[in-house]
C-alpha cells in the first residue's frame, strides 16, 4: 500500500548519471559476480540507458526540455562515463546497446553555453577513437561504434585525429568487409571523414596525396567487387569537385594512370557506374594543362571515346549532364585538331 501511496520521485537529469556511471563501475570491478545478481544490474543499466535517452529525445509525449539536456551533458562529461561506456558496451545487451548509443550519438550535438563540450571531452580522451575505429573488426559491435564514431568525427579535431592516425588506412579494408551491413556503415564514416571538415580533408589529401590515391585506385576503384567499385567513383567525384580540393584535383588528372582506370569505368555495364565515372572523367578533358602523355591517350582512343558519348545518357532528362558531355566531345574533338595541324 505504501508503495503506491508515496511513488518514488523521478531521477535528476545528474542523479541519472551518477547512477549509470556507479553501475557501470561496478559491472567493470565485479566481472566475477554471481550470474542473477549481475542479471539484476544489467537490468538497472539497460533502465537508466532508457531513461537517459527519454531525456535527450523526448519521450514520445513530450519534446527534451534543453535545461535538462545541459544538465545530463555536463555531467556526463564532468567525469570518465564515456570511457566506461564505451568499455562496457560489449557486455550490455541489444536494446541497451541501441539506446547508449543514441545517447552517446545526441551528446556530441548537445551544447551548454554555447560550447560542444563533447569535443573538449574526446580531444583530451582521443584514444577512445582507437577503440571506435577497430570496432569495425567485431561484428557484433561494429554498428554501435560506427554509429558512435560518425557523431564523434563531426568534430573538426576528432576528424583529424582519426585522418593522421594509421587507422584512417584500415578502412580500405573494412569497406570490403564480407558482411554487407558493416561494408556499407565503414563506407558511411569514410565519406564522412573525407567530405565533411574542407580544410581539414583538403591538408591530408596534400599531404598523403601518393600512398592514398595509390590505395584508393587499387583497392576501391579495381575492386572486383561491384559495390564498393560504385561507392569510390562516386566518392571521387564529390572530393575531386569540391573546390577546396583543387590543387588535389588537378594533381589528380595529371595522371595517365588515373586516367586509364577512370576509361575502364566508363566501359563497364554498370549504367551508374559510367555515369559517375564521367563526372570524374569530364575533370580530365576540361583541364586547359594537360600533360603531353594525357593529350596522346585521349588521342588514341578519340573515335572510341566520341562513339561512347553518342550513346551515353541518363535515365531522366538532365541538361547539364548533356551540357557537360557535349564540351567533353568538344575537347577530345579539338585536341585532336591540334594533333594534325
Known amino acids: 500500500m505504501k508503495g503506491l501511496l508515496f511513488k518514488s520521485k523521478p531521477k535528476t537529469p545528474v542523479e541519472l548519471v551518477r547512477q549509470t556511471r556507479d553501475l557501470l563501475i561496478y559491472t567493470q570491478r565485479n566481472s566475477d559476480i554471481r550470474e542473477s545478481k549481475r542479471e539484476v544490474k544489467m537490468m538497472e543499466l539497460s533502465k537508466t540507458m532508457r531513461d537517459l535517452k527519454c531525456v535527450l529525445y523526448g519521450n514520445g509525449q513530450s519534446e527534451p526540455v534543453s535545461d535538462a539536456c545541459s544538465q545530463l551533458t555536463q555531467e556526463f562529461f564532468r567525469e570518465d562515463t564515456l570511457r566506461l561506456l564505451i568499455n562496457i558496451l560489449p557486455k550490455l545487451n541489444l536494446e541497451a ?41 567485431n561484428t557484433e559491435m561494429a554498428l554501435h561504434y560506427g554509429t558512435m564514431l560518425r557523431e564523434c568525427i563531426r568534430h573538426q579535431s576528432v576528424a583529424r585525429y582519426v585522418l593522421e592516425s594509421e587507422h584512417v588506412k584500415k578502412f580500405f579494408d573494412y569497406i570490403q568487409l564480407p558482411n554487407f551491413d558493416i561494408a556499407a556503415d565503414a563506407a558511411a564514416t569514410f565519406k564522412e571523414l573525407l567530405t565533411r571538415h574542407k580544410s581539414t580533408v583538403a591538408e591530408f589529401l596534400s599531404k598523403n596525396y601518393d600512398w592514398f590515391f595509390a ?14 567499385r560504385r561507392q569510390a567513383i562516386k566518392l571521387l567525384g564529390d572530393i ?40 570524374v572523367f569530364k575533370l580530365f578533358a576540361a583541364n586547359k594543362n594537360k600533360p603531353s602523355d594525357i593529350i596522346s591517350i585521349l588521342v588514341a582512343n ?26 567533353v566531345v568538344k575537347e577530345i574533338a579539338a585536341l585532336e585538331t591540334k594533333e594534325l595541324s
Request: glycine share 0%; with cysteine; proline share 0%.
Open 97 to 137: 546497446r541501441k539506446d547508449a548509443t543514441q545517447v552517446v550519438a545526441n551528446l556530441q550535438r548537445q551544447q551548454v553555453q554555447s560550447r560542444l563540450i563533447a569535443c573538449h571531452y574526446l580531444e583530451a580522451n582521443i584514444d577512445l577513437m582507437d577503440i571506435l575505429v577497430t570496432g569495425y573488426e
Open 215 to 228: 590505395e584508393y585506385n587499387s583497392k576501391l576503384l579495381e575492386s572486383s567487387n561491384y559495390i564498393t
Open 240 to 279: 575531386l569537385l569540391d573546390r577546396s580540393n583543387a590543387a588535389v584535383m588537378t594533381r589528380y588528372v595529371s595522371s595517365r594512370d588515373n586516367l586509364r582506370i577512370l576509361m575502364n569505368l566508363l566501359r563497364e555495364s554498370s549504367k551508374s557506374i559510367q555515369i559517375e565515372a564521367f563526372h
Open 302 to 327: 578519340r573515335s572510341k571515346l566520341l562513339r561512347l558519348f553518342a550513346d551515353f545518357k541518363t535515365d531522366k532528362e538532365d541538361e547539364q549532364f548533356e551540357a557537360d558531355k557535349a564540351q
